[in-house]
């Protein structure tokens, strides 16, 4: 088992791509932080999964786009669990609109959630390890649309566009903790984030002229890139996008992922 005595907080792992990396993280030896909104009980399936895997665990909840809250989520998660190792800032949303009727209401909530959950939740995460002189790891989950554009996804794109630099400066000024800072951008992969794109036959028929690889994603497959990224195997990567995509990003033109 490649995580045996770390512990691993996964923002918004109660379901999707999240609860897949949770998952995978505990079958690799990993203690595991479940953490989501309030009162969200897919939370506590996720973190019965875990326990059956032989993990220790619990759930942490606050609202991503709140800076309070991404602050208090970590302390409650060091309070619980004694200590953090690994950080994968998962938790997102994303919203459809032309650019010219987006809401300041929508931009707000996808650039808080997706980059300033991320921002602080790292912050408070490279705090506890600085205090307590440990190294760790920071893995963010960003997007083929950190590089890709995406039409009537702009604050999505942004907020994405946006963790790549915030990835690669924090690379730099964390490496001296021993803290390395990767991203891993998945193309389309089939959870409740996307389901307008894969869930009927024509969606999915032209989802697939987009993947060379010629399959949907499943959250799984970002689960494995997560546990390489948490892993010894890689403790030479730092400041990298691990794209993992089926070949999505090879298309210059328009790709219409999540
Ligand atoms: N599914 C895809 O094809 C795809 C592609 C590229 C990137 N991603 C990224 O992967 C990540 C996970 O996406 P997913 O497909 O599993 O989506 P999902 O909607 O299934 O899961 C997202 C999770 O984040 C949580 N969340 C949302 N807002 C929150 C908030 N304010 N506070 C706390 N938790 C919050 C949700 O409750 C949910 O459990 C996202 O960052 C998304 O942008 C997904």
């Keep these: 088992m490649k995580l045996e005595g770390k512990v691993a907080l996964i923002t918004g792992s109660a379901q999707g791509i999240g609860r897949a ?5 505990a079958r690799e030896g990993a203690d595991i932080v479940v953490d989501d909104r309030a009162d969200d009980s897919r939370a506590e399936s996720t973190l019965a999964e875990v326990q059956a895997l032989g993990r220790r665990g ?8 709140t800076v309070a809250d991404d602050r208090r989520v970590v302390a409650d998660a060091v309070a619980k669990m004694g200590r953090l190792d690994i950080l994968v800032n998962n938790g997102g949303v994303e919203k459809n609109a032309s650019f010219l009727e987006v809401t300041e209401q929508d931009y707000e909530l ?3 959630v997706n980059l300033r959950g991320a921002f602080f939740t790292s912050q408070a995460f490279a705090q506890h390890l600085q205090q307590t002189r440990r190294p760790g790891r920071i893995i963010n989950i960003s997007s083929v649309h950190e590089e890709l554009p995406f039409p009537h ?4 794109c942004a907020s994405k566009g946006g963790l790549k630099m915030l990835m690669r400066n924090l690379a730099i000024e964390l490496a001296p903790l021993g803290i390395t800072v990767n991203n891993v951008a998945p193309g389309a992969i089939a959870t409740p984030i996307n389901r307008p794109a894969w869930e009927t036959p024509e969606a999915l028929e032209s989802l697939l002229k987009l993947i060379p690889y ?3 994603g499943q959250a799984i497959d970002i689960g494995k890139a997560a546990v390489w990224l948490a892993s010894d195997d890689s403790d030479y990567v730092n400041g990298q996008t691990l794209f993992v995509d089926g070949g999505m990003t090879l298309f210059p033109e328009f790709a219409d992922g999540g």
Excluded: M
Aim: one cysteine or more.
């Design 58 to 65: 619990c759930v942490v909840s606050g609202d991503l786009g």
């Design 214 to 216: 010629k399959r949907v």
């Design 110 to 112: 996808v650039l808080n």
């Design 153 to 156: 996804f702009s604050p999505y």
């Design 21 to 25: 990396i949770a998952l995978r993280l």
